[in-house]
């Protein structure tokens, strides 16, 4: 092999009405008898034609025969969307969404040469993230947990599923979630990592060259917004996509993908 692909997802929220799904899916499957079978909606629907023409870019990037590339995957949690705060935005069994999360995952880690998981915000991931765990445990990943700091080809990258971005699109957290990493990644007498990646807050947030010798990135989701969404923050909407690294070179092509369907309207009368 010839160089790593790294490929980070987060925040896939599946089993939300507003989160990934496939094309088609089945419900109320702890009983053949009443078992349905479910078609994606428009917002979905966009969301799987991202999604699929994300991997397509990874393996693009892989390439092909003797010289392809090893490819790592990570996704920095909040895979499922559980069922929380009597919310009716989402699929109403907790293992029906599992058995998306994993038919939606499984191809993916198949073809990757390693697999992690980070464990995100209990309200999705479950009590003490035990339907998160699970899965990960399911889809064989090398590890999983609240923080994992891997070490690819001599590029460093710290990831956690929580952390800040700014909350309005003009404003920016990078610089205080980068400084906080360095003072604890100082304390403890460890070098810097290159990269910090953070999920969670479902925008893109970025501290550029403001820290030096790292670098804190906030991810996209795979999640357009929910009614909570639209109540606490009513002028920004998720960002969708994922983050890419080709031999340790940030790849931010497929970051934000545009033409969401639930872009504000304007309508002539």
């Given at each position: 092999m010839s160089g790593t692909?790294?490929?980070?997802?987060?925040?896939?929220?599946?089993?939300?009405?507003?989160?990934l799904?496939?094309?088609?899916?089945?419900?109320?499957?702890?009983?053949?008898?009443?078992t349905q079978e479910v078609q994606a909606n428009v917002l979905q629907?966009?969301?799987?034609?991202?999604?699929?023409?994300?991997?397509?870019?990874?393996?693009?990037?892989?390439?092909?025969?003797?010289?392809?590339?090893?490819?790592?995957v990570v996704h920095l949690g909040d895979v499922i969307d559980n069922v929380h705060h009597s919310s009716t935005q989402v699929i109403p069994e907790v293992g029906d969404q599992m058995t998306l999360a994993y038919q939606i995952l499984e191809p993916i880690v198949h073809r990757a040469n390693a697999f992690?998981?980070?464990?995100g915000t209990p309200t999705h991931a479950g009590i003490d993230h035990s339907h998160e765990a699970k899965l990960y445990r399911e889809l064989g990943a090398q590890d999983y947990g609240q923080q994992l700091t891997l070490d690819i080809d001599g590029t460093s990258f710290d990831f956690a599923h929580?952390?800040?971005?700014?909350?309005?699109?003009?404003?920016?957290?990078?610089?205080n979630v980068a400084t906080e990493v360095a003072i604890d990644y100082a304390t403890r007498g460890k070098p810097l990592p290159n990269y910090?990646?953070?999920?969670?807050?479902?925008?893109?947030?970025?501290?550029?060259?403001?820290?030096?010798?790292?670098?804190?990135?906030?991810?996209?989701?795979?999640?357009?917004?929910?009614?909570y969404g639209h109540r606490v923050s009513p002028t920004v909407r998720s960002d969708i996509g994922g983050l890419i690294f080709v031999d340790g070179v940030l790849d931010d092509t497929k970051m934000r993908y545009k033409g969401q369907p639930d872009e504000r309207k304007v309508i002539k009368v």
């Open positions: 692909v790294l490929a980070i997802i987060s925040d896939t929220h599946i089993g939300s009405t507003t989160g799904a496939t094309p088609t899916y089945n419900i109320q499957t702890r009983d053949p008898n009443e629907r966009w969301l799987w034609e991202c999604w699929t023409d994300f991997w397509a870019y990874v393996r693009e990037k892989q390439g092909k025969g003797k010289n392809a590339k090893r490819l790592i992690f998981g980070i464990l929580h952390g800040r971005a700014g909350g309005r699109p003009w404003t920016s957290a990078g610089a910090i990646i953070r999920g969670h807050r479902h925008v893109i947030d970025d501290s550029g060259l403001k820290i030096p010798g790292t670098r804190a990135i906030s991810l996209p989701a795979w999640q357009l917004r929910t009614s």
